[in-house]
């Protein structure tokens, strides 16, 4: 069962440009989780909130969580063409940190 | 380096036959999970193993099996019973609180 789902499903912008992605979710989470996919690769671990927290910042990477709207948003500020790939929201529910679920993704390209 | 190792990269798998996809990890992590992913989607869950000797079925565990002898290593069997095994298949570990460290996956085709 999908829990989170991003929005846009796909986003092309040009370099140096900023990036948004949104994730929407449906029950009550522990935390909320982003990841990045390039092609063919494995995930890789970007930023956690957890349900307490509004914001966090990770060097180029802005993550916000409204828990009173369900919805999680991830900003990527001076993109880069490396920044092309596909990023994952994925939420631990209730009281679990142990198991997560993925949304389906947001394909990020930037433009030369 | 820590870090977790999926193989093999690629894997060709004939009709009826079974596969078992490798996945091991150095990180001292307890829990581990499989995953599937389909072109264009997001990740389903198969199973996962929060110790040593125990592991859950996940959203879609059919046709597919799995055991943890080792805290180290959760080895994937794809079966004959899975009717559509062609996707790829990551493997993560993560500790209580914290993000999930992936493997760089597993490409099964049906030949």
């Known amino acids: 069962s999908q829990q989170g789902e991003e929005d846009p499903q796909a986003l092309s912008i040009q370099e140096g440009e900023n990036a948004t992605m949104n994730c929407s979710y449906k029950?009550?989470?522990?935390?909320l989780q982003w990841y990045r996919q390039n092609s063919g690769r494995g995930l890789v671990h970007l930023i956690l909130?957890?349900?307490?927290?509004r914001e966090k910042h990770s060097g180029r990477l802005r993550v916000t969580l409204d828990t009173s709207k369900k919805s999680s948003s991830l900003l990527i500020t001076a993109s880069r063409a490396a920044d092309t790939a596909s990023y994952f929201c994925a939420t631990a529910l209730g009281n679990r940190d142990d198991k997560i679920i993925f949304g389906k993704g947001t394909r990020l390209h930037i433009l030369p | 380096d820590g870090g977790i190792t999926q193989s093999p990269k690629y894997l060709f798998r004939k009709e009826g036959q079974n596969v078992t996809l490798s996945c091991e990890q150095n990180l001292n992590h307890d829990a581990m999970y499989w995953y599937r992913q389909d072109p264009g989607q997001g990740l389903r869950l198969i199973y996962y193993?929060?110790?040593?000797?125990?592991?859950q079925k996940g959203d879609i565990a059919e046709g597919y099996s799995v055991s943890r002898e080792k805290k180290e290593s959760f080895p994937l069997t794809v079966t004959s019973a899975q009717k559509n095994p062609t996707a790829f298949y990551l493997c993560?570990?993560?500790?209580?609180?914290?993000?999930?460290?992936f493997g760089s996956g597993t490409r099964l085709t049906v030949v």
């Open positions: 993560a570990s993560s500790t209580q609180s914290g993000g999930y460290t």
């Open positions: 029950t009550s989470i522990n935390n």
């Open positions: 909130i957890r349900s307490n927290e």
């Open positions: 193993s929060q110790i040593v000797n125990d592991f």
